[in-house]
């Protein structure tokens, strides 16, 4: 198993590719929770102090990304159909997808991450 992320990091290396992290390579397998919100929302600024500590608990468990929707060049929030905000998604280990519009709670949040 050790052997793997060290001929992976050789690749990256001998190709000139920016070498991100073993811990990144690694958070790739996780659960992943992703907010959309825009700056304007007012709802979206309360949700951040929640999405803040949920992810401060958990960050080592869970991969967290913000996506601004009037800036997102990555098309998730196209792929994830989001219109309205905040909309928080969670892909679980399994692949399954949860997710909820508005804002949450730090516990509803965490119930929507690990349950």
């Known amino acids: 198993m050790e052997e793997y992320p060290s001929k992976m990091l050789d690749l990256l290396k001998r190709n000139s590719l920016k070498v991100i992290t073993i ?3 690694e958070k790739d397998m996780a659960i992943k929770a ?3 919100y ?12 929640a999405w803040s500590a ?5 960050k080592d ?6 996506v601004d929707i ?3 060049t990555t098309g998730l929030a196209v792929e994830y159909k989001v219109d309205s905000v905040p909309h928080t998604v969670v892909i679980k ?14 516990q509803e949040l965490k119930e929507l991450i690990l349950f």
């Open 23 to 25: 811990k990144k390579l």
């Open 34 to 36: 992703i907010k959309f």
């Open 38 to 49: 825009a700056t304007w929302c007012g709802p979206c600024k309360i949700y951040s102090k």
């Open 54 to 58: 949920v992810e401060n608990e958990l």
């Open 61 to 66: 468990k869970v991969e967290f990304t913000e």
């Open 70 to 72: 009037d800036k997102d």
């Open 93 to 106: 280990e399994d692949g399954s997808q949860v997710a909820e519009t508005g804002r949450l709670s730090q």
